[in-house]
């Protein structure tokens, strides 16, 4: 039942007409930096949105996202030339005037840098509405937002409070690294802003760099590292390379890092401080990366609730949203909410640069043109984030038709007891039905799902799959209703931004891992479900319920029907250096250059040992209609 304040903002927004069919269209756009994305609102609500990289198959695309514009048009049924706002999320001349004074402060140091970087600027980031208007053949005016008001806008708009605290950490953006502010109603106010090259995002990523791992995409596997080793170097680290103050602040001691003017992030000095040069991508993972890892994951974490701290002190909020790339780090999550100090939290799914885009356009819609908010309680607005391409059950058979592929029709009444037998036997299932993720997390829309109760599982998804690290874990999907009887954590968790620990009941005792190898330590049985628990006992949650995905939903019932257990394992559908699926044509491929068993795509199901040999290179058609 809605509360006095919902009832009158739903009569105001009957009265200012958004149900009429006047209807304002805002195109929100993130490019040329990393996650490239395009968001279209109607009248504040959230249509479509979605990471190009998705489109085009290159992991992290930057550039321009054309692929995600005519996606999110297709979505509004409209052409650009009708929009009626283009914004983008960032102010480039802001950007382009640190790189020049940072540059300037090095040189000539930076000079290869400095002409690496000038073609893309003067031909693209600089001429923004230009490139707009050429790609996309709209004629008005394009906006800009700032970096972290974009992020800010992202995480307090789409969150189910009607005020909060807002914080905003991340590599950088034009010249902040991290801010904060508060959201109340239809507006935010930032406060404070921690400025560049002070920077926790780039710490991190400087870390990831060191242990061998990809900038902007591996922080996912340092975190997922950390609790195999222990952090010895946490205080050499912040007596060396930071220093942190206790509101959370800190200042880089940029004598050890190179990526003001350099090429990498870190220097001779830095590899001299932890006893030799950066471990070579595929190389060996020693005891070094991990206790590197262990450590640089304890500082972040310090870091992270010391800001929140100050800013719970600062805006006297009981709620906070999160916002940046350093809010993906879901282990300083789960611990920001089990510690405090605010009751709830919420975090953007799409925390990175993607999620800039959705941020730019609710921030036209809600500060440029003042329209009123309506929160709906303990419901965000992001819809499950499930705001990409969908393909109906048509379209799939078309596509598995065309091309003579085997498969099997899924009656309604029994689709989900017969996707459940498979898993509850071992198989390993590709599963793609409904619309794409927005962000960087599967969430039962594409994803690779197991049976958590067997060991064999993890090693299967990770080196037959996944083609990937052997210890990197994997995350468990759970029945909300069900998730305390699991883990230590009292809530929903739908978007897999919160780390909790394995309820003790289900711990089983480990051996000393001293002297141990990462390979050794993964032999080890250390929950009733083995192959979502990871070392320290933690976890990285989803919830899912009926009404927000009930296909998902209704698999995960059955299996606890046939097994006793209500969690799956969950993981991305796509294998290493690729982005998850998007269309029928990406899910058929990743199922026939792996040693996945099953392939589900809306109500047909696919047998691996059913399929015709697949030939490398073949070519589909690629008309296949977005639904």
């Known amino acids: 039942m809605k509360d006095k304040w919902e009832e009158d903002n739903w009569l105001k927004l009957l009265k200012l007409g958004d149900f009429n069919t006047e209807s304002t269209h805002i195109l929100g ?44 048009l297709k979505e509004a049924h409209m052409p650009a030339h009708q929009l009626d706002y283009i914004v983008f999320y960032d102010k480039p001349f802001l950007t382009f005037e640190r790189l020049l004074l940072s540059y300037l402060t090095v040189a000539p140091k930076g000079l290869r840098s400095w002409l690496e970087a000038m073609p893309l600027w003067l031909g693209c980031k600089l001429h923004i509405p230009k490139v707009v208007k050429k790609e996309t053949g709209y004629d008005g005016d394009v906006l800009f937002t700032e970096h972290h008001e974009a992020h800010a806008a992202s995480a307090f708009y789409p969150s189910p409070f009607k005020e909060a605290a807002i914080l905003t950490m991340d590599g950088v953006g034009e010249w902040a690294t991290a801010s904060y502010g508060f959201g109340s ?17 780039l710490l991190y990523s400087a870390f990831t760099y060191f242990t061998g791992f990809k900038v902007n995409s591996g922080e996912y596997k340092l975190m ?33 890092f190179d990526f003001l003017g350099g090429l990498r992030m870190t220097n001779e000095r830095f590899s001299e401080l932890f006893g030799g040069p950066p471990r070579k991508p595929e190389t060996e993972i020693t005891e070094r990366e991990m206790d590197i890892a262990a450590s640089i994951q304890a500082v972040t974490e310090e870091v992270v609730m010391k800001m929140a701290l100050h800013v719970y002190r600062e805006t006297k909020m009981r709620n906070l949203c999160l916002a940046g790339g350093v809010a993906l780090n879901c282990v300083a999550n789960g611990r920001l909410l089990k510690e405090g100090p605010f009751e709830e939290i919420w975090v953007q799914p799409a925390a990175g640069d993607a999620g800039g885009a959705l941020g730019a356009a609710l921030s036209v819609w809600y500060r440029f043109l003042g329209k009123d908010r309506i929160v709906v309680k303990e419901k965000d607005s992001q819809m499950g984030s499930y705001l990409g ?41 590709g599963y793609m039905a409904g619309r794409m993720e927005f962000g960087p997390r599967a969430l039962g829309a594409r994803s690779i799902l197991g049976d958590p109760r067997q060991m064999e599982t993890q090693s299967v998804m990770n080196l037959k799959i996944k083609y990937r690290e052997s210890f990197r874990p994997f995350a ?94 969950n993981t991305s559908f796509n294998v290493r250096g690729e982005p998850i699926v998007c269309s029928p044509q990406d899910a058929y491929k990743c199922l026939m250059r792996t040693e996945m068993d099953i392939l589900v795509l809306e109500d047909c199901i696919l047998f691996k040992e059913e399929q015709p040999p697949w030939k ?12």
């Open 616 to 627: 490398e290179g073949k070519e589909w058609r690629d008309d296949l209609i977005l639904d």
């Open 389 to 429: 391409p969908g393909f109906s059950s048509e379209t799939v058979k078309e596509f598995l038709n065309t091309n003579q592929y085997p498969y099997h029709i899924l009656k309604p009444e029994e689709r989900a007891r017969i996707i459940a037998g498979h898993i509850a036997a071992g198989k390993i299932v």
């Open 476 to 569: 468990p999907t759970v029945l909300e209703e069900k998730v305390s009887e699991y883990f230590e954590l009292d809530r929903p968790s739908p978007y897999m931004l919160l780390v909790a620990k394995i309820q003790e009941k289900r711990r089983l005792p480990q051996p000393s891992r001293d002297g141990m190898g990462i390979l050794e330590r993964l032999k080890n049985k250390r929950s009733d479900i083995p192959a979502i628990t990871h070392l320290d006992y933690s976890a990285r949650i989803q919830t899912v319920n009926r009404q927000d995905k009930q296909d998902y939903y209704d698999v995960i019932a059955e299996f606890e029907k046939l097994t006793g257990c209500s969690v799956v394992v």
């Open 29 to 72: 756009i993130s490019a040329f930096y990393h996650d490239s994305a395009a968001c279209i609102l109607k009248n504040g609500k959230i249509l479509a949105a979605a990471q190009e990289e998705r489109f085009t198959r290159k992991k992290h695309d930057p550039s321009f996202p054309g692929n995600a514009i005519e996606y999110c």
């Open 185 to 201: 109603g239809n507006d935010i106010t930032l406060l404070k802003e921690l400025h560049f090259p002070d920077s926790l995002g």
């Open 224 to 256: 997922g590292l950390a609790p195999y080793g222990k952090p010895r170097y946490k205080d050499l680290i912040l007596t060396e390379l930071v220093d942190v103050k206790p509101d959370g602040s800190l200042r880089l001691n940029l004598s050890y």
